[in-house]
């Protein structure tokens, strides 16, 4: 399927730094990345050179090395003579994704646990709130970009930097599927239940019983993903010599 034409309504880009000197080419790269990550650009969506460009005042060599570089990252593909697009990925490949964060982010924990301090705990415990109002605020969007911040906040004290970034990269791919706002409400009071446990736990320096909560957790999630809808276009078709 070719990437959709046109861009969706997108929000305010965040100003450059200097206004003066304009957009730079890192500033560039952060703010698509962030346009992507939050869902304003959702999978399959084209990338434009010269409207990016247009929309940032700069040439379009800054926005086509920006574009180079989210390809690196996977959220970002291209095809000749479509141009740049979002990455779309397969369900299967969004499940399979799902198991490498599941167990990246078990690894990261079991070490979180013993080395976080008074800072990560208040960090964490303010992660969650921003959850918990998401979810009393019905906020399905909210909730998914919350629910990202809260699992880093409880894996990041792990000081396994290297893992922490692959566990990041793993994410970030799965992101522009935004799968938490597809779901139903029950479905994500479920799940934000179990956060609530995995706080506790982490608080309490219980790394038995967070590592527990979070396989718990980790089963509803891959149920969660199992049923999404697989006809909204966001999905790309599997390759027919994928098992060849």
Known sequence: MPPRSRLPRLPELTPPQDPRRGYSQQEILAELRRLILEGNLPPGTGLPL?????RFDV???PVRESLQTLIGEGVVEHRPNFGYSVTRL???EL????????????????AAVDRAGPEDHRIATEAHARLERAVLDDDPAAYHRETR???LALTRPSGMARLVHMLEYAWNITEPV?????????????????????LNAFLNGDAV?????TEQHHARLN??????????????????????
């Open 50 to 54: 010269r409207e990016f460009a247009q």
């Open 149 to 151: 911040t809260f699992h």
């Open 223 to 244: 149920t969660v993903v199992e049923g999404l809808p697989t006809d909204t276009g966001l999905f790309a078709e599997p390759d027919p010599t994928e098992d060849i």
């Open 90 to 92: 397969t369900a299967s």
């Open 209 to 213: 019983e967070l590592l527990k909560v």
């Open 59 to 61: 040439s379009a060599i």
């Open 178 to 198: 935004q799968p938490m706002v597809h779901v139903s409400a029950g479905e994500r009071a479920v799940l934000h239940a179990d956060h609530s446990r995995q």
């Open 95 to 110: 499940r399979e994704l799902y198991v490498v964060r599941e167990r990246l982010e078990s690894v990261a924990l079991a």
